[in-house]
């Protein structure tokens, strides 16, 4: 089912087709199975995060351990030789020389690929600076795919910072691997997406347009929702002024969304989603953070298992 | 034809018998093609340069034209000068002959010939030995893009981020 994915690695969501991601997605459906086969067992997979995360990093370790498999985590550049003044080439040929595979988040764009030009082994990437995060792509689109039968035919509304969060970027690159109906586009202009991943989706074919929330809500089948950070605002009354028209509430929802809205997040969330939708139908944020294991044991299985893992 | 045309404007410039003729230079852009030619600034033990701008042209109207004594520029200088200046022609001269010609050709692919432009993509990281690796995208007007970050550079931009 998965052997294209055996030994590649991960940089972009651009790298996989549509076939390989429906495949890692029914792959995912049966994930839990693997865990008394134990695919990676007796193997290493380095999560070298030189940025901050704790989810990412924790679900991906969940995935490793339940598969079998051990970790080699390091966290911060303090944490590694990077603080005595390594570069990352020579960090990146220790953990190569250290562990079977590494997945890698570093604030540069291209650490991931750059990793793995070096690496023999294959390299995930979990978020290079505002660029790529292939895995939470998968996630989202896996959660879509379980929640509506498919990402076809869907209206899907793409909220907040589009410029510099890796995770709205990746989504909407992602999205163009599949034919939805229409993709808004909602965001203050300062948080546009951009050219290069405008000119992406152009060139991709997805039909989209920028459009404000209000304007779009009632026909979304999928809000897709992410934080927009005050530090990107030069001006701070600029942020006060527009962080009200990005935040969702319960009375918005059910004022003008159809029944059947579902919110995503790839979270952290703060204040951009009222927590009373946390308790409505429309929630499915958590679901999603939920499917982050299966889908990421599902695609170490795939990248790292032997022969024979899912037969 | 062209180069004994702007021999023949009155320019005090005398044929050479070995070096590099680059001809069709856009006018304006005989100074950006020196440099990458590193040939700008002028040493004192460099090769002898002449330099014609705004010679006419039938092609062109205008154009600016650079010899460069006793240099065969290479294929690789050729990729660099074609960044800044697309139309050139490079003429080699051997025994007062013009030996080979041709039409410069942007790279498919800009390895270390081009900075990229953003300041937290991976190949600007200090002591990472990593070259820029730019890919083309269009030929008119030039455009590359980063391998490591997508960041572009367009053709207006080009001349502010070279390299060599």
Redesign the interface.
């Known amino acids: 089912m998965l052997e294209s994915l055996r030994g590649r690695d991960v940089i972009s969501i651009l790298d996989f087709t549509r076939g390989e991601l429906e495949g890692l997605f029914e792959a995912a459906d049966s994930a839990w199975k693997l865990i008394e086969y134990r695919p990676l067992r007796g193997r290493l997979v380095a999560l070298a995060f030189f940025e901050p995360s704790t989810r990412t990093r924790m679900s991906f370790e969940s995935a490793v351990k339940r598969l079998g498999g051990d970790t080699l985590v390091v966290t911060g550049e303090e944490a590694i030789s990077v603080a005595k003044?390594e570069?990352?080439?020579d960090t990146i040929r220790m953990l190569d020389a250290y562990s079977d595979a590494i997945v890698i988040r570093?604030?540069?764009?291209?650490?991931a690929?750059?990793a793995a030009e070096i690496a023999e082994a294959p390299v995930i990437n979990g978020g290079?600076?505002?660029?790529h995060h292939p895995t939470q792509a998968m996630i989202d689109l896996y959660t879509i795919t379980k929640l509506f039968g498919g990402v076809d035919g869907l209206t899907i509304g793409v909220l907040g910072d589009l410029r510099y969060g890796r995770a709205a970027s990746s989504f909407l690159l992602g999205l163009t691997l599949f034919k939805p109906k229409m993709v808004y586009l909602i965001s203050p202009p300062q948080l546009r997406p951009?050219?290069?991943?405008l000119e992406e989706l152009s060139v991709r074919g997805l039909r989209f347009k920028e459009a404000g929330l209000m304007e779009v809500l009632a026909e979304l089948d999928v809000l897709y929702v992410t934080r927009i950070q005050r530090e990107r605002f030069p001006d701070p009354s600029e942020y006060e002024r527009v962080r009200g028209s990005y935040r969702v509430t319960l009375d918005m929802l059910e004022g003008r969304a159809k029944k059947g809205l579902k919110v995503l997040h790839p979270l952290p969330k703060v204040d951009e989603i009222d927590p009373r939708v946390d308790e409505s139908p429309f929630q499915a944020y958590f679901i999603q953070a939920r499917l982050g294991v299966p889908l990421r044991m599902a695609l170490l299985a795939g990248v790292l298992g032997g022969d024979g893992v899912w037969s | 034809m062209e180069l004994s045309e702007a021999c023949g404007e009155g320019l005090l410039v005398r044929k050479i018998v070995e070096g590099t003729v680059v001809d069709h230079i856009p006018p304006g852009k005989a100074i950006a093609v020196l440099k990458v030619l590193r040939l700008w600034p002028p040493k004192p033990d460099g090769y002898r340069v002449a330099v014609v701008f705004n010679a006419e042209s039938r092609k062109m109207g205008r154009k600016d034209i650079v010899k460069v004594e006793g240099h065969h520029i290479s294929r690789e200088e050729a990729a660099a000068l074609a960044l800044v200046a697309p139309s050139s022609t490079v003429n080699i001269i051997r025994g007062g002959v013009v030996a080979e010609k041709w039409k410069v050709k942007p790279p498919e692919v800009a390895e270390g010939l081009l900075r990229c432009p953003n300041p937290t993509c991976i190949t600007r990281k200090e002591r990472e030995p990593v070259k820029p690796r730019m890919r083309l995208v269009s030929k008119e007007p030039l455009k590359y893009r980063c391998v490591y970050c997508g960041s572009t550079i367009g053709q207006d931009e080009i001349e502010g981020y070279i390299l060599v």
Do not use: I, P, T
């Not at chain 1, 951009?194 to 991943?197: C, D, K, L, P, T």
């Open positions: 003044g570069n990352l080439a570093h604030r540069f764009e291209g650490a690929l750059y290079d600076g505002r660029q951009r050219e290069e991943v």
